[in-house]
């Protein structure tokens, strides 16, 4: 089944009471058992839900993945992730990471013992170095938020099964129509269903998916126990929005190219970062583990100071400035004061996120549009 087709239909079937297309909102929080003990696989909402279970079949096949499970945010779907790990355990992870992450490991999880390094990533065997008999994951962004690195991850689950790690890559950035982790080796595949997936800015949720059956058993006991889990509601509308996310993303992607090649020489950018360029690092890497690049794209102005790109960035008419990205309508991110706001300046600056840097999320407006924008506001 190719992608579209399971986009609009894996793991989906009319409802057996009525026939419906759509899956049913099953807003309920409770099921009536005949006697003590004999539910037919729903007892409490927390634990399992059908619409929620329906978006789980389909999201498995999406990355090609056995087992899927939705969290109530992205957040919620990497903390169950880390609750994987003991007091002593390590991970290794990339030194351009979304700053929520960034904030988790160091904020919460460094305070129960567990050690995190936060490398360059750019070439995997760089990993190798950092690795001991504490080393228990490696968490991956590829691309990375917002410089958009691209990690290796077949070279990194090499590396993750040789040293009997496990792999958990964040494809939040390229959705599973231009990427499978899975397919490249890795272990459990996590996305923030609030971007792409959900794809119309109203949805908060998260997801993990694995074809590991011991990993999905013991991440399903936290899912359950921890109660991170999304509503009935939200489930329909990631569904609905699922249904077309072939389509959006090929206009991502379109735009996205659009966009990055009207920057790529313009005089007031000093840097663009776009997997697409051959320039760009480990271009190769990315023409060969995604089928497109997206449409996320990463700016630095030349020769503006906070206040300036402050002002660029609340210019825009078509663009709007507000944290998040995947969804159809454009924005504009100041990593510095929002997505990236927890991680210590110094950190941030050493990998490039300064403070004239902008992240556009390119939507799926008519491209010309978009591009008048940039125009009027950049001159």
């Known amino acids: 089944m190719k992608f579209g087709t399971k986009a609009i239909h894996a793991g989906l079937e009319p409802d057996p009471s009525t ?14 058992q005949e006697s003590p003990g004999t539910h037919k696989g729903y007892a409490y909402a927390r634990g399992k839900n059908p619409t929620r279970n329906a978006l789980e079949k389909n999201l498995a096949a999406l990355e090609n993945g056995k087992h899927a499970l939705c969290f109530s945010s992205g957040m919620g779907a990497i903390d169950a992730v880390v609750k994987l790990l003991r007091p002593g355990d390590e991970v290794i992870t990339g030194d351009d990471l979304y ?25 995997a065997n760089n990993i190798k170095q950092y690795i001991n008999s ?11 938020n917002p410089t958009m690195q691209i ?3 077949a070279a990194c689950a090499e590396i993750a099964k040789a040293n009997n790690l496990i792999l958990a890559v964040d494809n939040t950035f390229a959705s599973p129509y231009l990427q499978n982790p899975l397919d490249l080796g890795a272990d459990i595949v996590m996305h923030s269903v609030t971007k792409y997936l959900g794809g119309h800015s109203d949805v908060v949720m998260g997801a993990l998916i694995t074809s590991d059956d011991k990993l999905y058993t013991d991440l399903a006991f936290i899912h359950n126990s921890c109660g991170a889990t ?26 996205g190219r659009k966009v990055a090649e009207y920057l790529k020489n313009h005089p007031r950018i000093e840097k663009i970062y776009w997997p697409g360029f051959e320039d760009h690092p480990n271009h190769d890497i990315a023409k060969k583990q995604m089928r497109d690049f997206g449409g996320m794209i990463s700016i630095v102005l030349k020769g503006a100071d906070k206040e300036e790109t402050f002002r660029i960035a609340s210019s825009f008419s078509v663009f709007s400035l507000a944290e998040s ?7 504009i991110n100041h990593p510095v004061t929002m997505t990236h706001a927890s ?4 950190e941030r600056e050493r990998v490039g996120v300064v403070d004239n840097l902008l992240r556009l999320s390119v939507g799926v407006e008519d491209v010309e549009d978009l591009i008048d924008d940039l125009k009027a506001v950049l001159g």
């Open 343 to 346: 991680i210590p300046k110094e």
């Open 151 to 153: 990690i290796d991850i």
């Open 230 to 255: 999304p509503g009935p509601m939200d489930s329909f509308l990631v569904l609905r929005g699922i249904k077309t996310l072939h389509l959006r993303m090929e206009r991502h992607c379109f735009n």
């Open 134 to 144: 504490n080393t228990k994951l490696l968490w991956v962004e590829t691309p990375t």
């Open 325 to 331: 990205l995947g969804g159809v309508e454009s924005l």
């Open 19 to 32: 026939g419906a297309i759509m899956t049913p909102i099953f807003q309920t929080s409770t099921y009536v």
């Open 99 to 123: 700053g929520g992450s960034y904030r988790m490991f160091t904020k919460v999880f460094a305070h129960y013992g567990i050690k995190f390094h936060f490398i360059n990533m750019n070439d």
